[in-house]
Structures are given as structure tokens and as C-alpha cells.
């Protein structure tokens, strides 16, 4: 029997998109110098939603120096407790304007409801409570007793969690004594734009939080600048790279979240249900628009069958379409380029012998679209083993002994997560303390909280993002 759903979209009422945004500087929103704009657009229908400020040097230079004037007046005199106080009133109105940033951030980036209503928006707000707390007592961060703020930190975030990037970046830096300038990514400015204002809502001194918008020129000329103390960047490993590049032989410090192609391990005494949700949740959450995915199903041999028959039923289930609807568990694309690159290296599994299976389902003629899609038969030289798709696609690969499973997970050139599913406490241990990842999930997957840090090993980054050692990263002293 098959149910039908009713359609169930949540209101845009409660959002008030501007026709036109301008920068955010020194408190205010600003035109940018030389008039430049962009537009951002629904990727679930291509409407456009609003034309955005493209920032160039002026801008930058005057961004940067708002942040400076800000550090060195205001924000590195006050007490820890009223910086403190000040992050408590933001992650208070972000509360309060929860359901205005989930059905934002689903318009502007595509995402269910679902998800940006009960993950991206409550840990966004929980992040800045959790560092309000850490604002008067830094020299438990583990960087001695007297810890300082580095200065002025230059943020540039990614499309796929635009908010929470948003939060991980900007709650430490400020709780650390720290002045920012963001630039949120030019498909998904809005939700950054909303915080604007509410830092202004918060009353929060002008100049400590700086929004610039832009691409990635706006970007290079935020880590080029000579003023930054520090930069911390999420985004592609290729882009990390050049930053690395551009910043080495300078005295600004950097922390990089990149890219991630992660192994999501089930052995033969694994709970079979569970570990079916868990690998639905590893790929198909955000569309797999996510650093940390479980894109890489590695599958004890002996039980390989009765998963991929399980899950290929559990993806027949998967709701794909219009964000706003409540029952949708997969929503658009972010944008033609990124669905593009999906296609492409899809294509590239087709080439290179390995199986394509999707569950059939109607996608919407307008917009940006991909159905949850699995290969089998894949090998560890294909690129779809290799390469991070950042889509809804899953590699599945066999394995027979633990010890083989772990030569193929660190077959990898990332090393940002993984996850384990068995039966036996021994054998996760045994598995994660052999795994090469940042984190790993032991019989689940994509749980965050602040209080725990993030990041990865080889190509997937430096440094870590989250609980003390990411404020470490924000004070002198620390990694
Ligand atoms: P991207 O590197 O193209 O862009 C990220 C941001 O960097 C954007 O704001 C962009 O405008 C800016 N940028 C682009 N070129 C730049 C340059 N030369 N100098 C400075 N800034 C520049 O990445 P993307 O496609 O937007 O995001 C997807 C990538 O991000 C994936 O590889 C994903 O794994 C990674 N990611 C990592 C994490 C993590 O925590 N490790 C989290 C989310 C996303």
C-alpha cells in the first residue's frame, strides 16, 4: 500500500526579503564603492530572490578597518562578562527568529525545511551560547593564564550550511575578544545578511562583526590583506590550498575546513536498520552537500546483499522536492555549477564500470535537481572513490577482514570523518584508533555540538573548529 502525502509548505510569510542588500559595515549597511551587485536565486525554482553588494578593495579595505577600530576601541577593552552578554542577546534573538532563518536559509540554499529548522538554525543558535559561556573564562582554553585575542579575523564560509558556518566561525572568534570580517558564499548570502541585523538588533558595539559579499575575488583579497590577523576558511581543498599558499611567510594565523570523501564502515554484526538510517542520513542529509558525508559505503562482504536490498528499498522512501514542503527529505541543488559537477562525476562512475541505481522519482522541471543515487561495483581507483562529489551519491565498496576495511577507508587523500557500525565496543575501538579521521561516529553519523571539535587530517585541514580547541585557535598562543 502506498500513502499519498498531502503537500505541507511552510509560509514564507514570516521572511522579508529587500529587493537590494548592501554590505554591512561598521554596523550599518553600505552601498558598495564602485555599485556592484549580484543577484542570489531560489535554486528549488531559479527565482530571483534579491541583488546583493559585490565587494572590491574599498570595500574590503573599509570593512577591515572598521573591524580594526573596533578591536583596538572596543571590543578587546570591554569586560569578558559583557562580551559575554552580548553573544548570549544573539544566540536569544536567533531563538526567537528561528522559524524567519530556517525558511530563509531553505529558499536561498535549497535545503528541507526539516533540516534547516531542526539542525542548521538550533545548533547555529546553540554555538553562540555555548562560546557566550566561554567569554569569561578563556584561560581555561588551554593557551596559559592571561589569554589574548589575536585581532581581526578574516572568515570566508561555504554554501552548504551558510548559518552554521556563519555561527562556528563568528561565536569563538568574538567570545575569544576578537573583531571579524565574513564573507558569507556568493549562492547563499541571505541568512548572513539576517545576522546583520541581528547583531544590530543585539546592539552589538559597530564594527565588530563585518559582512562583505562577494565571490571568490572578494575572498582572496580578504586573505590578502594586511591588516587580517587571522583567517579561518571552510571551503574546497583547492581553494585552502592557494590560502595556505597566500598566507605562508605572513604572521597571520589560519585554520582551513576542507574537503572530505569519508568511509562509512558497516561490518557483518552491525544492527541492519540502524545502520540503513545511518547511511541514508551519511549521503543523503543536505544532498550530500556535505564535507563530512558518508560517501564512501564500505561493506563487509558476507552481508552485502541484504544491506543493498535494504537500502535501495529505505531509498525508495526518499521524498525529493519542493524545500518548503515539511515532508521533504531531499531539496535542490545548491546551484547549476554544483549539479553540473554531480553529473560529471556520475558520468564518470558510468565510464568507469561501476552501477548506477536510483529509486525512480518525478524531479521538478525548474530548479536544480539530482535523485539519491548509489553505484556498486565501484573500485578504489575509480573517481567516484576517489574524488568528493558533494552530491546525493553514494559509492559502495566490499571489504573482508577489519584489517582490509581499514586500508581502504585511509585510502584516501582527506581524512575528515568516518563511521563505524558493529555490534562490539572492542571492534570500534580496534577500528577507530586504526581509522585516519578527524572524527568518527561509532553506530551513527552527523551528530554535532559545540562542545566538540571538528576538523580533519591530510587534506581535509588544519586545525580544529568547536569546543576549547577551536577557541584555542582564536587566542594567542593557541593551534
Ligand atoms: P569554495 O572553496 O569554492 O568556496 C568557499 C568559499 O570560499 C566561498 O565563500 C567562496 O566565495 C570563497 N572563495 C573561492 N575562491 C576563493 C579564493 N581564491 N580566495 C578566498 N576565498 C575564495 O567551496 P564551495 O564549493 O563553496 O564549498 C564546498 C566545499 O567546502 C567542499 O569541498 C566541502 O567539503 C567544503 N566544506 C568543508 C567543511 C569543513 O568543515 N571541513 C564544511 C563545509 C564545506
Redo the contacts with the bound molecule.
Keep these: 500500500m502506498t500513502f499519498e502525502y498531502a503537500p505541507a509548505p511552510e509560509s514564507t510569510s514570516i521572511v522579508n526579503i529587500s529587493d537590494e542588500y548592501g554590505l554591512f559595515i561598521n554596523g550599518k549597511f553600505v552601498a558598495p564603492k564602485n555599485g556592484k551587485t549580484f543577484t542570489t536565486i531560489n535554486p528549488a525554482t531559479e527565482a530571483v530572490l534579491a541583488k546583493i553588494a559585490y565587494a572590491e578593495a574599498a570595500d574590503v579595505d573599509k570593512a577591515v578597518a572598521a573591524a580594526r577600530v573596533a578591536y583596538v576601541k572596543v571590543w578587546s577593552k570591554i569586560s569578558p562578562q559583557e562580551r559575554g552578554k552580548y553573544l548570549f542577546r544573539i544566540a536569544r534573538i536567533m531563538q526567537e527568529r528561528s522559524r524567519e532563518f530556517a525558511v530563509l536559509e531553505s529558499l536561498d540554499n535549497g535545503k528541507p525545511i526539516r533540516e534547516s529548522r531542526d539542525v542548521d538554525v538550533p545548533l547555529a543558535a546553540n554555538h553562540f551560547f555555548y562560546h557566550a559561556g566561554w567569554a569569561d573564562k578563556l584561560k581555561f582554553a588551554g593557551v596559559g593564564d592571561n589569554p589574548k585575542p589575536l585581532g581581526v579575523a578574516g572568515q ?6 551558510p548559518l552554521l ?1 556563519l555561527a ?1 566561525k563568528v561565536a569563538p572568534a568574538l567570545a575569544a575578544g576578537n573583531t571579524v570580517v565574513l ?5 547563499t548570502p541571505l541568512t548572513a545578511l539576517l545576522f546583520a541585523q541581528v547583531c544590530q538588533q543585539a546592539g552589538l558595539p559597530a564594527g565588530v562583526v563585518n559582512i562583505i559579499t ?7 583579497l ?2 590578502n590583506h594586511p591588516d587580517i590577523n587571522k583567517i579561518a ?8 590550498k ?2 595556505a599558499r ?1 598566507v605562508a611567510g605572513s604572521k597571520k594565523s589560519v585554520t582551513l ?4 570523501k569519508a568511509a562509512n564502515i558497516v561490518f557483518e554484526d552491525a544492527p541492519i536498520d540502524e545502520t540503513i538510517e545511518g547511511i541514508v542520513n551519511g549521503i543523503f542529509f543536505n544532498q550530500g ?4 558525508a558518508g560517501s564512501r559505503l564500505l561493506v563487509q562482504e558476507n552481508i552485502h546483499e541484504e544491506i543493498l536490498e535494504k537500502l535501495k528499498h529505505r531509498m525508495s522512501q526518499i521524498r525529493v522536492g519542493d524545500p518548503l514542503d515539511k515532508n521533504t527529505d531531499l531539496g535542490a541543488i545548491n546551484s547549476a555549477s ?1 549539479l553540473a559537477r554531480i553529473k560529471s562525476l556520475s558520468d564518470a562512475g558510468d565510464e568507469e564500470g561501476a552501477q548506477r541505481w536510483s529509486p525512480e522519482c518525478a524531479l521538478p522541471s525548474k530548479g536544480f535537481w539530482f535523485p539519491p543515487t548509489i553505484f556498486t561495483g565501484v573500485t578504489q581507483a575509480h573517481r567516484i572513490a576517489r574524488e ?1 562529489i ?1 552530491g546525493p551519491v553514494l559509492s559502495v565498496i566490499t571489504f573482508r577482514t577489519p584489517q582490509e576495511a581499514i586500508e581502504k577507508a585511509n585510502n584516501t587523500p582527506y581524512g ?1 570523518s568516518a563511521g563505524i557500525w558493529t555490534d562490539k565496543g572492542s571492534r570500534i575501538l580496534w577500528t577507530a584508533k586504526h581509522l585516519k579521521a578527524g572524527v568518527i561516529w561509532a553506530n551513527t553519523f552527523n551528530k554535532f555540538d559545540p562542545a566538540s571539535p ?3 587530517y591530510k587534506e ?2 588544519w586545525g580544529r ?1 568547536g569546543g576549547r580547541h577551536g577557541l584555542s585557535a582564536y587566542l594567542k598562543g593557541g593551534n
Design positions: 570566508i564560509i561555504p554554501w552548504n550550511f558556518m562556528w564573507k558569507p558564499a556568493e549562492t562577494g565571490d571568490g575575488k572578494t575572498g582572496s580578504l586573505v576558511f571552510t571551503g574546497s581543498t583547492a581553494v585552502g592557494g590560502i597566500a575546513e576542507l574537503g572530505g552537500h556535505v564535507c563530512c554544483q568528493e558533494f575528515l571538528f576538523g580533519g581535509s585541514g573548529e
